[in-house]
């Protein structure tokens, strides 16, 4: 048990610094800097780990690129949302398609729509409600589209 919780920790740590590094490969859009790996990787740790895990990596993720200036505050719903959504429906059902759709919908539709007040309320900027579904959805679609050429591949290989 002790042995299987420290495997955990070793991938989601460095899932996470996968998560901060690829942040540096990312695409402005208004306010908003999207960045695939990080959707990468909240799928395959959503399959690998687990919702809990992979809302945590999330999270952290999401901590470290602020600090160091490398990301936006709209991080932390916009990656923390696919993540847990592609766990929880992936714990519940072991379907990959579930898990993907889950990151695509959690990040570009309910992440999105949780920037409106972080832009409105905390950083004074004037925005509509959707106004970053689609930039949340491309950068969403291009994570769970490389993740799921991995996922697939290690499901033919037998280690998921």
Do not use: D
């Amino acid at each position: 048990m002790k042995n299987e919780r420290s495997k955990k920790l070793v991938l989601a740590g460095v899932l996470t610094a996968l998560a901060v590094v690829g942040s540096l490969i990312s695409i402005p859009v208004g306010a908003s800097k999207c960045s695939p790996v990080q959707h990468l990787v909240n799928v395959v740790s959503a399959v690998l780990l687990g919702p809990g895990w992979s809302l945590l990596m999330a999270f952290t993720a999401a901590l470290i690129r602020n600090l160091l200036g490398i990301g936006t505050l709209f991080a932390f719903p916009g990656s923390m949302c696919g993540a847990y959504l592609a766990g929880i429906l992936y714990k519940y059902s072991k379907k990959l398609p579930l898990a993907l759709a889950g990151e695509l919908v959690g990040t570009g539709i309910i992440g999105a729509i949780l920037t409106y007040p972080i832009a409105t309320f905390i950083m004074g900027k004037e925005t509509a409600l959707f106004a970053m579904v689609i930039p949340f959805s491309v950068s969403s679609l291009g994570g769970v589209i490389i993740s799921a050429v991995i996922l697939y591949a290690l499901k033919r290989t037998k280690k998921i």
